[in-house]
């Protein structure tokens, strides 16, 4: 009995003395924005955490946007463009909500953004596919509930808000 005993303590020492369990969280931003200041209200999603299969590093964000803001934005399909907003402008934004992913989610999510990143054309398109979209497909693919309201569509920190009250499994505030 004392050997068994002896040997369970054992194996939980080693669990517990184990390397933590790695993990990525995405997190959900808009930026208010100001046309009279040149930088449209925006959503985006950053990555950051640790691989748990590779132990790698994730620093990473990503939104959609149109290559140039021009009229012709007003008029249909334009193209398009994936960018990543500086660390500094980062800490500028809200952050509504956050979720841990695994690092199948994390590459379903790194598929999709080169998807929308590599779509042959004019793929931006300010009714049908902004960033409000690109943001609602990633929430899709971890299981969130999304829609978007025409009267929405040029709000994302309003837009946002909405897919958070209508997921409340995540426990978020309306940010004002």
């Not at 950053?46 to 140039?68: P, Q, W």
């Not at 960033?131 to 309003?158: N, S, T």
Request: net charge positive; aromatic share 10%.
């Amino acid at each position: 009995m004392k050997r068994l005993l002896v040997h369970l303590l054992a194996l939980l020492a080693l669990v517990w003395s184990g390397p933590a369990l790695a993990d990525v969280q995405i997190h959900f931003h808009s930026f208010n924005g100001s046309v009279l200041f040149g930088r449209y209200p925006h959503t985006f999603i950053v990555l950051e955490g640790e691989l748990e299969s590779t132990g790698e590093t994730v620093n990473e964000n990503y939104g959609f946007s149109a290559r140039k803001v021009t009229p012709a934005i007003l008029s249909g399909p334009v193209e398009h463009m994936v960018l990543a907003e500086s660390e500094k402008n980062v800490k500028k934004t809200n952050r509504h909500f956050t979720i841990t992913i695994t690092d199948a989610q994390y590459h379903r999510i790194i598929k999709e953004v080169r998807a929308w990143q590599n779509a042959p054309g004019k793929y931006y398109d300010l009714e049908k596919r902004n960033c409000i979209h690109f943001v609602g497909e990633m929430a899709k693919i971890l299981g969130l509930k999304v829609d978007y309201p025409k009267k929405m569509l040029r709000r994302p920190k309003k837009w946002l808000n909405h897919v958070a009250a209508m997921n409340p499994q995540l426990g978020a505030s309306a940010i004002k």
